[in-house]
């Protein structure tokens, strides 16, 4: 059994074994990169959410009197600057 057209069908099948496998490492890589990108947006939603809610805690573990107050206190002043509607 004579094995020399073995040889260049074992070498083209190993080239194209190594370019499929390349071309699967490069899609890896992109979906890793957009896998970190879009948990980098979830973990900056995260904290603007967890920011809400701490705003939120405050605002519920606040003493009615004193939160009417700051609210009266923020809505006069903008008062005097916004002129009115009705005008």
């Given at each position: 059994?004579?094995?020399?057209?073995?040889?260049?069908?074992?070498a083209?099948?190993?080239?194209?074994?190594?370019?499929?496998?390349?071309?699967?490492?490069?899609?890896?890589k992109?979906?890793?990169?957009?896998?970190?990108?879009?948990?980098?947006?979830l973990?900056?939603?995260?904290?603007?959410?967890?920011?809400?809610?701490?705003?939120?805690?405050?605002?519920?573990?606040?003493?009615?009197?004193?939160?009417?107050?700051?609210?009266?206190?923020?809505?006069?002043?903008?008062?005097?600057?916004?002129?009115?509607?009705?005008?």
């Open positions: 059994m004579d094995l020399g057209p073995l040889i260049p069908i074992v083209i099948a190993s080239g194209l074994g190594w370019g499929w496998l390349g071309l699967q490492h490069k899609k890896l992109s979906a890793e990169r957009g896998a970190t990108h879009e948990a980098d947006e973990r900056a939603e995260n904290r603007l959410l967890a920011d809400r809610v701490a705003v939120l805690e405050r605002i519920v573990t606040d003493h009615p009197g004193r939160l009417s107050a700051e609210i009266e206190q923020l809505s006069s002043p903008s008062r005097s600057r916004v002129p009115s509607l009705d005008q």
